[in-house]
T-cell receptor, first 109, second 113 residues
């Protein structure tokens, strides 16, 4: 079966760095997406990785290792507005997204 | 209109009633999707459409139907609602059905009593 695992909840301090991990087992691989979702709102796109390595975009970076079925999202210089759920999704061989349950990130002052 | 709109924003529905959730996009995207989001679970694909005139079944299609008469609109119909269909429903679109980013509408919160 297809499976995406990520921690349910994480807590971090304003100004710090946090790493959210995602492991996956899917039928085929056409890339991994990270989305941010604030409570009561729609998911919004953060990053896409299809090749191994690190993609940096401002305060956010995303890493992929296809051989290990592993990705992480790194958030630097945390701000209170980063309090949200972070969703990991893998595009399978049919180009359909398989979603993790999301990681709720709580930022404390 | 900018992006994707969904209507209604929220709805309380009696079990057994028929309900259509509306979704419209103005980005001329070819592919559109319907997901449901339940607490503790990832988004689950209900139905999708790769291009106008075609539709396909996702992971959880039972009890739902869709149509894609044109590029912009992708309504989702619950023929006879049941309490297990209580959920938040998101419509999304992408430029193509390939390795393209999906963009989401604001969602419809549906409660079936």
């Amino acid at each position: 079966g297809q499976n995406i695992d990520q921690p349910t909840e994480m807590t971090a301090t304003e100004g710090a760095i946090v790493q959210i991990n995602c492991t996956y087992q899917t039928s085929g691989f056409n890339g991994l997406f990270w989305y941010q979702q604030h409570a009561g709102e729609a998911p919004t796109f953060l990053s896409y990785n299809v090749l191994d390595g690190l993609e940096e975009k401002g305060r956010f970076s995303s890493f992929l290792s296809r051989s290990k079925g592993y990705s992480y999202l790194l958030l630097k210089e945390l701000q209170m507005k980063d309090s949200a759920s972070y969703l990991c999704a893998v595009m399978d061989s049919n180009y359909q997204l398989i979603w993790g349950a999301g990681t709720k990130l709580i930022i404390k002052p | 209109i900018a992006g994707i709109t969904q209507a209604p924003t929220s709805q309380i529905l009696a079990a057994g009633r028929r309900m259509t959730l509306r979704c419209t996009q103005d980005m001329r995207h070819n592919a559109m999707y319907w997901y449901r989001q339940d607490l503790g679970l990832g988004l689950r694909l209900i139905h999708y459409s790769n291009t106008a005139g075609t539709t396909g079944k996702g992971e959880v299609p039972d009890g739902y139907s869709v149509s894609r008469a044109n590029t912009d609109d992708f309504p989702l119909t619950l023929a006879s609602a049941v309490p297990s269909q209580t959920s938040v429903y998101f419509c999304a679109s992408s430029e193509t059905s390939g390795r393209d980013t999906q963009y989401f509408g604001p969602g419809t919160r549906l409660t079936v009593l």
